[in-house]
């Protein structure tokens, strides 16, 4: 009887994350552009279904909701970026989700979603700068030359000289705002949608 129960629950979270997972990859169409950050940063919503995966079934369920988002995105759309942008975007939303979803499922109150939220968003731009620097853009730098990224982007962004500059004054804010955009609806509607998530 404990297996069969176990693999129901087990069951009913997989529908779960898969349900979000979809949800989510239908948010990455819905982007925009930024005035400081490269064209093929944008903002949007799709981290949002896996930060409520995690707050109501554990941060891994948020990872899950993370990587199979990325993989639908990848099979339905393909990728522009040979799979460098679907990578990062994987890593970096990722970190988000684990830190705020591992600090408010182990005690759930308001002021541990709040903190959560803030670790994660500290913890997502930070790796995203350093993984950016080292990794993502020294790939992409394969498909286009990393000089004209850097060009593209000191076009809109005049603190923008260089490569470090465009970590620091370009990846940076765009990471803060972004995580700072998808927390604060998170905080808007979890209570409302936790009930069906926790069914």
């Known amino acids: ?20 997972a979809v949800i989510s990859m239908v948010l990455m169409f819905f982007d925009i552009s930024t005035w400081f950050a490269p064209p093929f940063l944008k903002i949007d919503l799709s981290d949002l279904p896996a930060l409520l995966g995690a707050f109501a079934m554990g941060p891994m369920a948020g990872v899950l909701v993370q990587l199979i988002k990325n993989l639908l995105n990848l099979i339905i759309e393909g990728s522009m970026t040979g799979g460098i942008g679907e990578l990062s975007n994987f890593i970096v939303g990722s970190t988000l989700v684990y830190a705020a979803g591992f600090i408010y499922y182990r005690k759930k109150t308001f002021k541990r979603a709040v903190l959560g939220l803030i670790v994660g968003i500290l913890a997502m731009t930070t790796l995203a700068s350093l993984s950016n ?18 060009e593209m982007t ?3 962004n005049k603190w923008v000289v260089d490569y470090k500059t465009m970590i620091l004054y370009a990846v940076v804010p765009f990471n803060l705002l972004k995580g700072t955009i998808v927390s604060l609806v998170t905080i808007l509607i979890y209570k409302k949608v936790s009930p069906i998530l926790k069914k």
């Open 1 to 20: 009887m404990y297996t069969l129960d176990r693999a129901s629950f087990n069951t009913r979270i997989m529908v779960k994350v898969s349900i979000l």
């Open 133 to 150: 620097y080292f990794i993502v853009f020294p790939l992409y730098s394969k498909l286009m030359p990393l000089d004209k990224i850097i």
């Open 154 to 156: 000191a076009a809109i």
